[in-house]
């Protein structure tokens, strides 16, 4: 005879369970995550301590559910807002990583778009490119860079508004296997977060980036060189330290990508200095980058504010 057998209920921890948050922490490698974004980003202590307060707050999360206690899956949807070049992107990404290393996501990816990704050009095309970029980035992270952009409302035939009302049904029935992150300038995430309320309701972790000090910002340099085995010699350093000064009084200072731009461009005068040089050369003059190759460039003689003056400003990036 067959008889249903009722499945044996969990039991609950006994009184004296404990969990070690300090052992969870090595061993989950939230350390290792934490470890990496202090490492590989220089500055933006703000941030940092706000990502190691995330990372509490899901540990502790992670114990009360071990421990039988009542939990609920965080609310895990973030507004990341600063100017360009602060880090967004890549404190994105190493949000991915620790969010999939606790658990909260399955993949741990990160689906980077902007409005063109998810806004078609005429009716009915907007839907299906939309789930298709939430398709990709389920179990992941989406980051939606200048995600105000969705929003138009001067323009009636805009389809930005068909993309924001399925983005904000999937945040919400959907929050245990996708983590959205919105990104853009503070003032304008304001605006598009007040035009919004949905949005705003759906966001428990709002992000802001500093701008990068000067200091900061030379030894970004320092590293991005590193990286590609250059270095300033001892004359080179002090030109770019009057670079930054002077390009950030300029227009459209996107701190560290402003500064991956001068670089490439000293690294351009380098090679064409030693091209004319001609001769033998050594690795030493291969990695060497002088003032000279710093100090030729236009930044010095006003720049974008001096082209602009003069009516012929037309490239972002001109000044670099």
Aim: glycine letters at 6%; aromatic letters at 6%.
């Amino acid at each position: 005879m067959n008889e249903h057998v009722p499945a044996a209920e969990s039991e609950a921890p006994p009184s004296d369970a404990r969990v070690d948050l300090s052992e969870d922490y090595r061993t989950s490698g939230v350390a290792e995550v934490l470890a990496d974004l202090d490492r590989e980003l220089i500055g933006l202590a703000p941030v940092k301590q706000r990502i190691r307060e995330t990372a509490a707050l899901l540990l502790v999360d992670r114990a009360r559910k071990k421990l039988g206690l009542a939990h609920e899956t965080p609310t895990l949807h973030m507004s990341f807002t600063g100017n360009p070049g602060v880090g967004k992107t890549t404190v994105a990404l190493k949000m991915a990583n620790l969010l999939h290393r606790l658990g909260y996501v399955r993949k741990g990816h990160l689906v980077s778009v902007t409005r063109d990704d998810l806004v078609g050009q005429y009716i009915g095309h907007t839907a299906p490119k939309t789930r298709e970029v939430l398709k990709k980035a389920m179990g992941g992270v989406l980051f939606i860079d200048e995600a105000y952009y969705l929003y138009k409302p001067d323009n009636e035939r805009d389809y930005g508004q068909e993309a924001i009302e399925i983005l904000l049904q999937v945040m919400e029935n959907h929050r245990d296997d996708l983590v959205v992150i919105l990104a853009g300038y503070a003032d304008r995430m304001e605006h598009f977060f007040s035009s919004n309320p949905g949005f705003r309701s759906r966001i428990a972790h709002h992000i802001e980036f500093p701008d990068y000090t000067d200091e900061e910002l030379l030894r970004i340099a320092e590293s991005m060189l590193s990286q590609q085995e250059y270095h300033f010699d001892a004359t080179a350093r002090a030109a770019m330290s009057d670079y930054i000064k002077a390009r950030r009084a300029q227009p459209h200072f996107a701190n560290a990508r402003s500064i991956r731009n001068a670089l490439d461009r000293a690294r351009l005068r380098q090679a064409n200095r030693l091209f004319e040089q001609g001769g033998l050369i050594d690795a030493s003059a291969l990695s060497t980058i002088s003032a000279d190759d710093i100090r030729a460039s236009r930044v010095f003689a006003g720049g974008l504010a001096h082209e602009r003056s003069s009516g012929m400003a037309n490239e972002r990036t001109k000044a670099d």
